[in-house]
Nanobody, 119 residues
Framework: VQVAESGGGLVQAGGSLRLTCAASGFTVDIFAIGWFRQAPGKEREGVGCIKTTGTTLYADSVKDRFTISRDNAKNTVYLQMNSLKPEDTAVYYC??????????????WGQGTQVTVSS
């Protein structure tokens, strides 16, 4: 079971980025997939997740700006980030779990992708 993030980069405040979490060794429709981020000097925090049912959950800090979606045919989960703010700057990780939701103790993690938002 592996997940790999891509799509990070440098963007100006107010801009958009779409991160991709590509899965291998399992199908994304039977795992919960979550997105986390870690800014320098801060603890890793949850951004949101998509359950096997397709239901999505978001942290208050990104609600109405970020959207998680799943493409079963491509075995991929996306994190669409709009109206980006400098405080969104972090390394973003995706994680997978056979449980209902993804937590910081979930077993499968990618290497992360850097997102930098300039003011």
């Amino acid at each position: 079971v592996q997940v790999a993030e891509s799509g990070g980069g440098l963007v100006q405040a107010g801009g958009s980025l779409r991160l991709t979490c590509a899965a291998s060794g399992f199908t994304v429709d039977i795992f919960a997939i979550g997105w986390f981020r870690q800014a320098p000097g801060k603890e890793r925090e949850g951004v949101g997740c998509i359950k096997t049912t397709g239901t999505t959950l978001y942290a208050d800090s990104v609600k109405d700006r970020f959207t998680i979606s799943r493409d079963n045919a491509k075995n991929t989960v996306y994190l669409q980030m709009n109206s980006l703010k400098p405080e969104d700057t972090a390394v973003y990780y995706c994680a997978a779990d056979l449980g209902v939701v993804v937590t910081s103790t979930s077993p499968y993690w990618g290497q992360g992708t850097q997102v930098t938002v300039s003011s």
